[in-house]
Structure formats: C-alpha cells, structure tokens
C-alpha cells in the first residue's frame, strides 16, 4: 500500500513480479525436496521434473540477481515484514489453541 502511494508503478512491477519469482523458486525447491521425501507418492510425474526444478531454480536466481538494489532492498523489506506478521499470527493462534484446550479463558476473548 505504501510503495503504491511513494513509489513508481515501475517499483510495483518490480516488487510484485520478484516476490512472484520467490513463489516459484519454492516450488521448484519443493518439488526437490519432496520427491526425495515421498518418491512413490501418488502425484503427478513429469518426465526430467527435478532437471526441470532446477533449470527453474537457476533461472529465478538469475532474473533475480538482474533487480537493481533498490528493488532488491524494497523486495527484501517486504519479505521481512511478511515474515513478522506471520510468525505474529501463527504463536497468537498457538496460544490460543494451547488456552482452549486448558480451560482458561483467553484475554482475547470478548465477554
């Protein structure tokens, strides 16, 4: 919301396609990882799917390493306070859970 309010739409373009790029580049590593954990599990099989993973893998660190620092920092920025608010949320929802199944009444909770 800030950078569309401060910044130029070519930042936009810039942050929303690498953030896309990070997206892939997990999947891709994913991918890897999983077929290593899970090699006879029921999915999909593509021929040369790891090769593939990793020709994607390859690519992403390579369009990403072309990003002007700038865009790199502002990339980085955001990932950092995505990072934030979901290790926020996720220790709010455990303590949630862990007050619920204790049978206190949780702070949070209206009366």
Do not use: H
């Amino acid at each position: 919301m800030v950078l569309s309010i401060t910044g130029s739409y070519r930042w936009a373009v810039a942050v929303s396609s690498g953030a896309l790029l990070v997206i892939y580049m997990f999947v891709c590593a994913s991918l890897i990882r999983l077929r290593k954990l899970r090699p006879g599990a029921d999915a999909v099989r593509i021929p040369f799917g790891r090769t593939c993973a990793v020709i994607g893998l390859f690519f992403v660190v390579a369009v990403l390493s072309s990003l002007q620092v700038r865009e790199a920092l502002l990339l980085i920025l955001t990932a950092l306070i995505a990072a934030v608010n979901w290790f926020w949320v996720s220790r709010r929802k455990r303590k949630l859970i862990v007050e619920a199944f204790s049978g206190r009444p949780s702070p949070l909770a209206k009366s």
